[in-house]
């Protein structure tokens, strides 16, 4: 069983920055892509951005050169990253980290999600 454990949301002020992290463990494999999926109050949830074990990784236009995605590939857990800069109100949304086997959907058989963490960008 996979556990996903997020941290890191806030309320920060815009033009500010914040960083998530969320540590995969159980049984997961470290060639699984890692992602971030945002949904704010009356919207569809939308992927933010996501990476693979080899480090490739996309972004929503939306967050291109504000967002960056990491990750860390330890033996028994995988850690990913959302370093977000440059904050803006429209970026206010609960988000979520999530974990797919390569080419499945976000809400396959074999993904898993997080809590989802609350990140408000408010003055």
């Known amino acids: 069983q996979v556990q996903l454990v997020e941290s890191g949301g806030g309320l920060v002020q815009p033009g500010g920055s914040l960083r998530l992290s969320c540590v995969a463990s159980?049984?997961?494999?470290?060639?699984?892509?890692m992602g971030w999926y945002r949904q704010a109050p009356g919207k569809q949830r939308e992927l933010v951005a996501r990476i693979t074990y080899g480090g490739s990784t996309n972004y929503a236009d939306s967050v291109k050169g504000r967002f960056t995605i990491s990750r860390d590939n330890a033996k028994n857990t995988v850690t990913v990253y959302l370093h977000m800069n440059s904050l803006k109100p429209e970026d206010t949304a609960v988000y979520s980290c999530n974990v797919s086997p390569p080419g499945a959907p976000p809400d396959s058989n074999g993904s898993c999600w997080g809590q989802g963490t609350q990140v408000t960008v408010s003055s």
């Open positions: 159980g049984r997961i494999f470290n060639l699984y892509v």
